[in-house]
């Protein structure tokens, strides 16, 4: 029989069960979801039963949980502009509440940035890390049917929220007595997918890439993305034929461990490619983690633009590349941004000593939201209070620098 929330709705015996079946013979992992709406428990520092976490726990947790979902219909969980107000793209299909309820999510401990970041403060105060997750995107529907695209979204819950009028996208037909146009906001979103580098499309191989986390998520289109981190990486790496062979050859790959090489720096190597049918790449980001005085840190680098721009100011962005969207329509700029994006990168602030996490995010140009497009086809204004227009994007898992020593 599975193992349910009416067995123990404390996660370790999940795992422990876990343990039990491996012990069988029975392979499984387990992978949480909706992190943004645990109001804080998912990545909490102490356990379930108010103990401090310990070797013993990130063992058991990362055994039985090695990835995390990044994304879904039920918003985004890699970080939220409270934990992250330097960051400009962090404001990004925010799900406020906890699930299944109206009231408010905390945002501490409810993030996977702030995880891996936490995740190095107890590495280097303790020795041990419990977040040491690869990420995946998913849709959880309840209506047997996915909704990753934008323009063909139809709701998370069937007959709850099947027309644009229950999703709050449309008017109702008449405003109620306090003059409301629009139901209730739902704050849904046309998400996620989980991508596996994987050797073969095979159950085996693909389960064997979820194990060593070699995955990444996105919104909904199905970009490609590449991470990489060696020493030996060249700067004309990119263009060369046998940059994958060559990649794994000098590296590892997303979700891996890059161990200090005394002397060395890290160069990282990304390519990030468009879906064909969604909007072109406007540019490619380095996430850095890392531990400095004791103290948890991050900074967003755009390292890779679109349409000739160089990043430049401090943090480094990409210049705007113009790419609009016409909301009569939902046309979008087709003559701007790239197919596809690559860069070979190095860490201008690296030091040797400090346990980091690299990851990537690749955005595209921005699209119309769900929510717009429901508006277009009834023939009705937006609703001003939710996004008009969205900005596509990937997320890689980590990369991992371990100092020496």
């Known amino acids: 029989m599975p193992f349910a929330s009416t067995d123990s709705r404390n996660p370790e015996d999940l795992w422990r069960w876990l343990d039990e079946r491996r012990d069988e013979g029975i392979e499984g992992l387990a992978i949480p979801h909706n992190s943004n709406g ?73 993030y996977v940035r702030e995880a891996y970041v936490n995740g190095l403060v107890l590495q280097e105060t303790q020795g041990f890390n419990p977040f040491r997750f690869g990420v995946v995107g998913a849709t959880d529907t309840h209506n047997s049917g996915g909704t990753p695209e934008e323009h063909n979204f139809h709701g998370k819950v069937g007959r709850g929220d099947g027309t644009g009028q229950l999703r ?30 994987a050797e073969e499309n095979t159950r085996d191989s693909i389960y064997d890439a979820f194990r060593r986390k070699e995955t990444y998520a996105t919104s909904g289109p199905r970009m490609r993305l590449r991470f990489f981190g060696g020493y030996g990486y060249t700067d004309d790496l990119t263009s060369d034929p046998d940059m994958i062979a060559a990649a794994y050859e000098g590296g590892v790959p997303m979700g891996g461990d890059l161990l200090a090489d005394e002397g060395k720096s890290p160069r990282f190597l990304v390519w990030a490619a468009r879906d064909a049918d969604s909007a072109p790449l406007q540019r490619v980001q380095m ?3 890392w531990v400095e005085d004791g103290e948890a840190r991050e900074q967003v680098t755009d390292i890779a633009c679109a349409d000739g721009g160089l990043p430049s100011g401090d943090p480094l962005r990409c210049p705007d590349n113009g790419a609009s969207v016409d909301l009569s329509d939902c046309s979008y700029s087709q003559d701007l941004g790239a197919a596809e994006l690559s860069a070979i990168w190095s860490d201008p602030d690296f030091d040797a000593a400090q346990h980091a996490i690299y990851y990537v995010r690749v955005l595209e140009n921005p699209t119309c939201r769900w929510s717009t497009w429901d508006a277009l086809r009834a023939g009705a204004e937006p609703n001003p209070d939710m996004p008009a227009t969205i900005q596509e994007r990937a997320w890689s898992s980590a990369i991992w620098y371990v100092p020496g020593g």
């Open 38 to 110: 645990s109001n804080g428990h998912m990545f909490k520092l102490e356990t379930v039963g108010g103990e401090p976490l310990d070797a013993a726990y990130a063992e058991l947790r990362m055994r039985n949980e090695p990835l995390v979902e990044m994304t879904q219909v039920k918003g985004t969980s890699e970080t939220h502009p409270l934990l992250s107000p330097n960051d400009e793209w962090a404001d990004f299909e925010i799900f406020p509440y906890r699930i299944a309820t109206q009231l408010y999510s905390e945002p501490k401990g409810s």
């Open 168 to 197: 709050g996208a449309v008017p109702v037909d008449e405003p109620t007595e306090d003059g409301e146009k629009y139901r209730p906001r739902r704050y849904w979103g046309g998400s996620g997918l989980a991508a596996v580098w």
């Open 287 to 289: 996430v850095k983690g």
